[in-house]
């Protein structure tokens, strides 16, 4: 069945980096355009990034834009979020999101709803 798993996640300090990786299986990766998003103890889930079909085209929620890159690898069947120069309020679970639904990537907020598939969620910490 079609499965994401994310992974890379974990206790970093302010100004550090990680790079969080999403594993997708059980359908042909190629055909999805992909999403990251977060979600911290009592706030709704908040669209960080996404990806299209092609990779050409990327989206950033403001709060991450010139700190954090997504990227794909169709050979692995695996989408990434590059999180550099990270901040306590950056601290959330981080769940990779796919969807069959989307032709194209657009500005502006990345909403949950368009996304048909989750995985599970990895925990990032910011923290000195």
């Known amino acids: 069945q079609l499965q994401l798993v994310e992974s890379g996640g974990g206790l970093v300090q302010p100004g550090g980096s990680l790079r969080l990786s999403c594993v997708a299986s059980g359908f042909t990766f190629e055909y999805y355009a992909y999403g990251w998003f977060r979600q911290a103890p009592g706030k709704e889930r908040e669209g960080v990034s996404a990806i299209s079909r092609s990779g050409v085209t990327t989206n950033y929620a403001d709060s991450v834009k010139g700190r954090f890159t997504i990227s794909r690898d169709n050979a692995k069947n695996t989408v990434y979020l590059q999180m550099n120069s990270l901040k306590p309020e950056d601290t959330a679970t981080y769940y990779c999101?796919?969807?069959?639904?989307?032709?194209?990537?657009?500005?502006?907020?990345?909403?949950?709803?368009?996304?048909?598939?989750w995985g599970q969620g990895t925990q990032v910490t910011v923290s000195s």
């Open positions: 999101a796919a969807t069959p639904r989307l032709n194209s990537i657009r500005a502006g907020p990345i909403w949950p709803y368009e996304y048909d598939y």
